[in-house]
Structures are given as structure tokens and as C-alpha cells.
């Protein structure tokens, strides 16, 4: 107490800073909370009256945008329970393979998996082979053709009886990826079209 006695002018500065730091400096922060908030409010209102103001264009983009969402959704297999996609699938596969007269030695499911970030699953088929080398274009060009997008990832064989007549007999593994939409995907675009 001495001390601030000797020093008047200390306890006025003491309490000046004492009314700074508990009065002045949280006005100040709550003033700039405020200024700030209500920046961040006036950008929200530019963007709302910006999207009042184009609602006919965005309607049309939305619309073209629905249409090519659902080309692109139509490239892939639609959801369904996992064995009687695979069975369908592989009915389908092996219908086409006896058009183009080739044997199958063995056919096995791989992995089915979900796409990080994406709602599409992908499941792996593995198919053993045996027939005629002039074959195997057709049926590439006819796994090309399909609807939906069946990836044809690897393609291994062996070819004999090659001549100057004939192309010979081939035996390979061909590696196939069927892409299904999951039913998230699905209902999220049924939302947004309704």
C-alpha cells in the first residue's frame, strides 16, 4: 500500500487497464463479432438474390442437368440383391459366349466393393476359356456394344494350332468389372427429379 501511496498516478493507471481489459477490449471484440457477422449476412443475400434473379436459367441448366445425369446413370447396372445381379450377369455372359461359340472352363465372382466416394459398386468376374481365335473380336465388340459399361480389365491367352490358314484355337482368362449403381445413388436422383 506504501507503494501506492508514494505513486498516485499508479492506481489510476491500474484501474484504467483494470476497465480496458474487462470493459473495453470485449466491446470491441463483440463490435467486430457483429461487423463480421453481418458481412457474412449481406454475401448470403447477394447470393440469394442472385439465384431470385436467374431462377429461369438455373431451371433450364437443372433440367439439362437431369437429363445428362441420367444418360450417365444408364451406363451403369441398376441396384438389385448381389447374387441375382451376378446370376443375371452371368446368364447374360455366358449366352453371349455361346454365340460366338466359345466354351467356358470355369467362371468365379471376385471381390464386389463399394468406390470410395462414389455410389457405385463394382464386381469382379473371372472367366476361363477355350474356341476358336476369330471369335474373340465379335465377342469384344459385342461387350463393347452393351448398354451398361462392363470394363474388360485383363486379358490373358494362348493360341495354337496358328497357321497360314487358319488363326488357330485359343485358351485364356478374360477379366470383367459390372458397375452397379447403389440404391443411394438411386434415391438421391429421385429426389432431385421430383
Do not use: C
Not at 13 to 31: A, T
Not at 150 to 175: D, I
Amino acid at each position: 500500500m506504501q507503494m501506492l501511496r508514494n505513486y498516485p498516478y499508479l492506481t489510476g493507471l491500474l484501474m484504467l487497464l483494470v476497465v480496458l481489459k474487462f470493459m473495453l477490449v470485449p466491446l470491441i471484440q463483440w463490435q467486430n463479432d457483429t461487423l463480421w457477422n453481418i458481412k457474412q449476412h449481406d454475401k448470403r443475400l447477394g447470393y440469394a438474390e442472385a439465384a431470385i434473379s436467374n431462377v429461369d436459367s438455373n431451371s433450364g441448366q437443372l433440367v439439362t442437368l437431369q437429363t445428362e445425369l441420367k444418360k450417365l446413370q444408364g451406363l451403369f447396372y441398376v441396384n438389385q440383391d448381389e447374387a441375382s445381379f451376378k446370376l443375371e450377369q452371368q446368364q447374360w455372359l455366358e449366352a453371349l459366349l455361346a454365340k460366338h461359340n466359345i466354351k467356358v472352363t470355369n467362371i468365379g465372382w471376385g471381390f464386389s466393393s463399394k468406390m470410395l466416394a462414389q455410389p457405385i459398386i463394382k464386381h469382379q468376374l473371372s472367366i476361363f476359356l477355350h474356341g476358336q481365335t476369330h471369335a474373340l473380336p465379335g465377342l469384344h465388340l459385342d461387350l463393347e456394344a452393351n448398354e451398361q459399361w462392363v470394363e474388360l480389365s485383363g486379358f490373358m491367352f494362348n493360341v495354337k494350332g496358328q497357321n497360314q490358314s487358319a488363326l488357330g484355337r485359343v485358351t485364356g482368362k478374360l477379366e470383367l468389372f459390372f458397375y452397379q449403381l447403389d440404391s443411394s445413388a438411386i434415391n438421391s436422383v429421385g429426389e432431385a427429379n421430383e
